[in-house]
T-cell receptor, first 114, second 115 residues
Framework: AQTVTQSQPEMSVQEAETVTLSCTYD???????LFWYKQPPSRQMILVIR??????QNATENRFSVNFQKAAKSFSLKISDSQLGDTAMYFC???????????FGTGTSLTVIP | EPEVTQTPSHQVTQMGQEVILRCVPI?????FYWYRQILGQKVEFLVS????????KSEIFDDQFSVERPDGSNFTLKIRSTKLEDSAMYFC?????????????FGAGSRLTVL
């Protein structure tokens, strides 16, 4: 079975600063995908960034980047130059290659302080 | 930007009543999902649906639950006899293909409150 753990229920960051959200996972699979989804208040979850496990290079999307450590089964999200619109719940998720379901962490509530 | 739309946004029902949650996936998507999130807990997979049949379901998805794609656009989740523990946010999601490379797009959710 796959499990995803987000050990930080809440975090805050000053506007324009950098913040890192942690995620670890447990799996026996070698081929899989990892995701960070953002859920603003009362809005749907949207994909922030995605990493394929067979790719060694860390994914980046503008101000968002990941630190993917496959051996450590760690997948942290770094948000640079934080903006007020980054305030949201962030979910880390895992999907095995060829699988059908996502396994989510419990989420980290991020507040960007002006 | 295409969206997955869900109705109702919030439904309150009495224990034992039937509930139908509706979803309109993105039009060119072929794979459909229901997830739920009990307050304060993680988002959990319920069921996946492809080619007009269930492709995978979790242990949560027992005989009280059913899914249907009654026409070319709607994807529904029915709970036959609701229990208090069914109170949760239910998310519909869809994507074009089965791979993790295909983006899974979520709806805004339907909050179900069972009294």
């Amino acid at each position: 079975a796959q499990t995803v753990t987000q050990s930080q229920p809440e975090m805050s960051v000053q506007e324009a600063e950098t913040v890192t959200l942690s995620c670890t996972y447990d799996t026996s699979e070698n081929n899989y995908y990892l995701f960070w989804y953002k859920q603003p208040p009362s809005r749907q979850m949207i994909l922030v960034i995605r990493q394929e496990a067979y790719k060694q290079q860390n994914a980046t999307e503008n101000r968002f980047s990941v630190n993917f450590q496959k051996a450590a089964k760690s997948f942290s999200l770094k948000i640079s130059d934080s903006q007020l619109g980054d305030t949201a719940m962030y979910f880390c998720a895992f999907m095995k290659h060829g699988g059908n379901q996502f396994y989510f962490g419990t989420g980290t509530s991020l507040t960007v302080i002006p | 930007e295409p969206e997955v739309t869900q109705t109702p946004s919030h439904q309150v029902t009495q224990m034992g009543q039937e509930v139908i949650l509706r979803c309109v996936p993105i039009s060119n998507h072929l794979y459909f999902y229901w997830y739920r999130q009990i307050l304060g807990q993680k988002v959990e997979f319920l069921v996946s649906f492809y080619n007009n049949e269930i492709s995978e379901k979790s242990e949560i998805f027992d005989d009280q639950f059913s899914v249907e794609r009654p026409d070319g656009s709607n994807f529904t989740l029915k709970i036959r006899s609701t229990k208090l523990e069914d109170s949760a946010m239910y998310f519909c999601a869809s994507k074009t293909g089965p791979s993790g490379a295909n983006v899974l797009t979520f709806g805004a959710g339907s909050r179900l409150t069972v009294l």
